[in-house]
């Protein structure tokens, strides 16, 4: 709940062992983030697409030239054109020798970055792979807030409607299905007329 002349969020320092001077520049930082969010006019906006989602990204946007600047800009992406991915690198598995297997080396390292592509990628349990159309962004370039909720069967975030989702797309087939039966079924109800004056 919020006002005009008011933020319907602060950050908490009280509880943080810290100077004044340290407290006060992440007080500033934080409105600063706030301002190139909108956060005060937007806010609903923001939760509403974390609500249904369950999950928010944002693409950090800093100037190469001048990178001590800091974050110039926060880019908000669509979660359904954005996947994180996380593969060993190749050159672990070169150097192995015949004897040895993957499970055998003693520290895999793995490449983690995120795949941007322009049209929704839908989960279907394939890994995503930056070809044609996408784009391969950095692990470091991107801020994600999940909803916490996981499905450990297809591995992916859900969200806190998604039981009332499953519920709305049965509602829509039953409507749909309504539909073309009463239309399917209009020829057979034809109303017949009975004159009950000539009647005896």
Known sequence: VTDLYDSPVEVELSNLNASE?????????????KEIMDFDKKSHEIFRNW????????????????????????RYIDPMKIKYIRQEKKSNVRNLTTLQTKEEVPNPQFDEYYVYTLKPNYPT?????????????????ITYCTSGLV?????????????????????????DSL?????????ERRIFYIDVGNLP
Do not use: C, T
Not at 59 to 71: C, M, R, S
């Open 179 to 187: 539909v073309i039966y009463r239309l399917s079924r209009a020829p």
């Open 51 to 74: 609500y249904i989602d369950g999950r928010l990204y944002y693409l950090k946007v800093i100037d190469q030239k001048n990178p001590q600047e800091g974050i110039q800009d926060l």
């Open 125 to 141: 349990g394939m890994v995503a792979q930056a070809g044609k159309g996408s784009v391969k962004i950095s692990k470091d370039s």
């Open 151 to 175: 499905d450990r069967n297809k591995n992916r975030v859900l969200s806190y409607l998604q039981k009332a989702i499953k519920a709305l797309n049965q509602l829509r087939m039953i409507e």
């Open 21 to 33: 001077g340290i407290k006060k520049k992440i007080r500033d930082e934080f409105r600063y983030l």
